[in-house]
């Protein structure tokens, strides 16, 4: 057999570090989660409709990218644990509108404080400096190419995926629908 060309590359590879980065941080941010009896889908959900104010069912499941069935499972989730209302809307009974209750925003407050420790001691061996110098790089390198998926529609999409219920992505930045 062949050994194939050795291609010039450079010394420092950054995937599989920021792999088990994110690894360490999904498994800090799941077991502080589990307590509040959120998932990081119920935090992305929960996430949304706080910045639109409230939305359309169809319309959350377009901005979470997921089938309007596995909606209807997530909201039903959280309506169980009063974080969510639905009601008919006044316009076109056909359609439900859903909004975050005061005890939803609590809870998703508390999720954000949790979360916020934990990635603090995930990433404790950075300074404050070092920490908004990765932050930034950190966006630079998400940046969408022309042509790509949405960073933040995929994060939506990955946290909103029964399929992978367990991975964990910092709630994206919400853009109204």
């Not at 599989?16 to 999904?26: I, Q, Y």
């Not at 603090?120 to 920490?131: S, T, Y």
């Amino acid at each position: 057999m062949e050994t194939p060309p050795v291609i010039e590359q450079p010394v420092h590879r950054s995937g599989a570090l920021l792999d088990h980065l994110a690894r360490r941080m999904r498994m800090h941010a799941e077991s502080v989660l589990a307590p509040l009896g959120l998932r990081p889908r119920h935090l992305v959900a929960l996430t949304v409709l706080r910045g639109s104010g409230g939305s359309t069912q169809q319309a959350l499941a377009g901005t979470l990218m997921m089938d309007g069935t596995n909606v209807v499972g997530l909201l039903n989730e959280l309506e169980a644990d009063a974080l969510i209302e639905r009601r008919r809307s006044p316009q076109d009974r056909r359609r439900h509108l859903v909004e975050l209750t005061a005890s939803g925003a609590e809870k998703l407050a508390r999720a954000e404080a949790a979360l916020a420790a934990a990635e603090d001691e995930v990433l404790g061996a950075l300074d404050p400096e070092q920490r908004e110098a990765l932050f930034r790089l950190l966006q630079l390198a998400s940046s969408t190419p022309c042509g790509e998926p949405d960073p933040v529609e995929a994060c939506a999409a990955a946290a909103a995926e029964p399929c992978v219920e367990d991975s964990y992505g910092s709630p994206p930045p919400v853009h109204a629908p």
